[in-house]
């Protein structure tokens, strides 16, 4: 099993950074890909970034696209995900995932063990 835990959520105003940190523990001899998902209320989880275990392949989704930077240090088994200019509608709760066949896929079905989530708030 793998272990994820998040940090480095908050509130920030709009237009500004924050770094989130997915740290994991267990079976990180394996080689996984990595995806940060969020959650706002009421909607689904939706896909944000995702990074292969060599962080060859990293994908994003449109909406955060050259805003969001994935990231990873294989030697920490931690995974990062740099947000720059935030606006409100990235506000949710932010997850990270691990899948053990290193697929880097977009989709919650393919990721195997998930954290706890750590909560984003952009205010306007």
């Known amino acids: 099993q793998v272990q994820l835990v998040e940090s480095g959520g908050g509130l920030v105003q709009a237009g500004g950074s924050l770094r989130l940190s997915c740290a994991a523990s267990?079976?990180?001899?394996?080689?996984?890909?990595v995806g940060w998902f969020r959650q706002a209320p009421g909607k689904e989880r939706e896909f944000v970034a995702t990074?292969?275990?060599?962080?060859?392949?990293?994908y994003y989704a449109d909406s955060v696209k050259g805003r969001f930077t994935i990231s990873r240090d294989n030697a920490k088994n931690t995974v990062y995900l740099q947000m720059n200019s935030l606006k409100p509608e990235d506000t949710a709760v932010y997850y990270c995932?691990?899948?053990?066949?290193?697929?880097?896929?977009?989709?919650?079905?393919?990721?195997?063990?998930w954290g706890q989530g750590t909560q984003v708030t952009v205010a306007s």
């Open positions: 990074i292969s275990y060599l962080g060859r392949a990293t």
């Open positions: 995932a691990a899948d053990l066949a290193n697929r880097a896929r977009n989709e919650v079905r393919w990721y195997d063990y």
């Open positions: 267990g079976r990180t001899d394996s080689q996984y890909t």
